[in-house]
């Protein structure tokens, strides 16, 4: 069965900072990882995800994450950080056979701070 | 194209009732997944039905039961209710394939009460 673990329930960043947000897989399988934001009292929306080939993957909102078989990881980050970007953050993992069964890590809530 | 959408937005309900969940997913799309979000448990899987067949299934007991219909809305049941049936309950659709690595598309969810 495959997991997810994000490190930090709780991230803080100052307005035009670098926002890294880690998440860490196990797949037996090669996996498709996604990154999902939801805002409050919202569903889900996917920010970015990695099926196959490049290994940087850029998404919406000047997000991206890399795919990193060799550490299990698929860190999200942005290069400066918004107030807009305060939400939670979700990663999550699929494997092939799996049908559209997603994975979720239990999530990091970012603060952006003035 | 409209977003998928859930009804209701807010739901009570009191221990050992029954109660029923709608989804409608965007036009065309073809599979319907449904999630369990509690802050206890996180967000879990709790079944997917694509084409009115049920292709996957969760770790959740009997009492927690779906269909799809040939337009492919949705709709989920729990029987007799339980305080930990509280919960958001989020819908999620995907591009007409149904494959994996197409984009799930999320409802804002139904809020669950259970008193």
């Known amino acids: 069965a495959q997991s997810v673990t994000q490190l930090g329930s709780h991230v803080s960043v100052s307005e035009g900072a670098l926002v890294l947000l880690r998440c860490n897989y196990s797949?037996?399988?090669?996996?498709?990882l996604f990154w999902y934001v939801q805002y409050p009292n919202q569903g889900l929306q996917l920010l970015l995800k990695?099926?196959?080939?490049?290994?940087l993957v850029k998404g919406i909102n000047g997000f991206e994450a890399e795919f990193k078989k060799s550490e299990t990881s698929f860190h999200l980050t942005k290069p400066s950080a918004h107030m807009s970007d305060a939400a939670e953050y979700f990663c999550?993992?699929?494997?092939?056979?799996?049908?559209?069964?997603?994975?979720f890590g239990t999530g990091t809530q970012l603060k952006v701070e003035l | 194209k409209a977003g998928v959408t859930q009804t209701p937005r807010y739901l009570i309900k009191t221990r050992g009732q029954q109660v029923t969940l709608s989804c409608s997913p965007i036009?065309?799309?073809?599979?319907v997944s449904w999630y369990q979000q509690t802050p206890g448990q996180g967000l879990q899987f709790l079944f997917e039905?694509?084409?009115?067949?049920?292709?996957n299934k969760g770790n959740f007991p009997g009492r927690f039961s779906g269909r799809q219909f040939s337009n492919s809305r949705s709709e989920m049941n729990v029987s007799t209710l339980e305080l930990g049936d509280s919960a958001l309950y989020l819908c999620?659709?995907?591009?007409?394939?149904?494959?994996?690595?197409?984009?799930?598309?999320f409802g804002p969810g139904t809020r669950l009460t259970v008193l």
């Open positions: 999620a659709s995907s591009s007409p394939g149904g494959g994996v690595t197409d984009t799930q598309y």
């Open positions: 797949s037996s399988v090669p996996p498709y």
């Open positions: 990695y099926t196959t080939g490049a290994t």
């Open positions: 999550a993992v699929s494997v092939p056979g799996g049908g559209n069964k997603l994975t």
């Open positions: 036009s065309g799309h073809r599979s």
């Open positions: 039905y694509f084409s009115e067949t049920q292709r």
